[in-house]
């Protein structure tokens, strides 16, 4: 990218903060735009500033990070979240995702992969922490969906299969509609033929069918 990625952060730990702090500004690629530590005040600040990326914290008073994230993505689509959490059940990960989470880090790991996820997440990929992602992404589709594992896959077109894979590293319509060169009508049809011969029903099923095709590896 030739600017900053512009980021807020939003911690009710001191200390988690602080470190979180320290990563951003020893990366020359990302500017930190500010910081809060309750969900209201998070909401607040990123209204304001409509970073680029959110980084937000599951477990925050007066305003979680799940209930945040959803207010973000609902008013301010521009504005990528990344949710940061101590969680590693299934639950919490796949109702982030339902929602459009764009990214899943957990604190344990967030030295190591938390400026990857940004960057992944700033160019319009989505990002799994890989010590959740296999649990994440295991198949729950319904039985005797054309999905379920275990039954012959429907083939897909090239581009049936290029939509759905965009959709899966969290693209909109209208910007896959500007990747391919087609119209925005023409990207939900090719969704919807390959939802349907998949037996897809959400967005977070599409992600694990990507992940099952190597598809994400590719972010």
């Not at 909401?43 to 477990?59: F, G, H, N, Y």
């Not at 007066?62 to 959490?85: F, H, K, M, Q």
């Not at 992944?120 to 649990?135: E, F, H, P, Q």
């Not at 290029?162 to 319509?173: P, R, T």
């Amino acid at each position: 990218m030739n600017r900053k990625v512009r980021i807020v952060l939003s911690d009710d730990h001191p200390i988690v903060l602080e470190g979180l702090r320290n990563l951003i500004r020893a990366e020359r690629d990302l500017d930190l735009v500010g910081e809060a530590k309750s969900g209201l005040a998070a909401l607040k600040l990123i209204r304001e500033t409509e970073p680029d990326i959110a980084v937000v914290d599951i477990s925050m008073p007066e305003l979680n990070g799940i209930a945040l994230s959803r207010r973000v993505i609902g008013e301010l689509p521009s504005v990528r979240v990344i949710v940061l959490t101590s969680h590693e059940d299934q639950a919490h990960a796949r109702q982030a995702l339902e929602i459009g989470v764009r990214g899943y880090v957990l604190k344990r790991s967030a030295a190591e992969k938390l400026t990857g996820a940004i960057r992944a997440v700033a160019v319009g990929g989505l990002y799994l922490d890989t010590a959740i992602a296999d649990r994440v992404l295991s198949p729950v589709l319904k039985p005797g969906a054309a999905g379920q594992l275990g039954t012959a896959m429907p083939q897909l077109t090239d581009r049936e299969a290029e939509v759905l894979k965009f959709i899966a590293f969290g693209l909109s319509n209208k910007e896959i509609s500007a990747q391919l060169g087609i119209g925005i009508k023409s990207v939900e049809t090719y969704k919807t033929r390959g939802t349907d011969k998949l037996g897809l029903r959400t967005r977070a099923e599409i992600v694990r069918y990507a992940a099952r095709q190597g598809w994400l590896s590719e972010l």
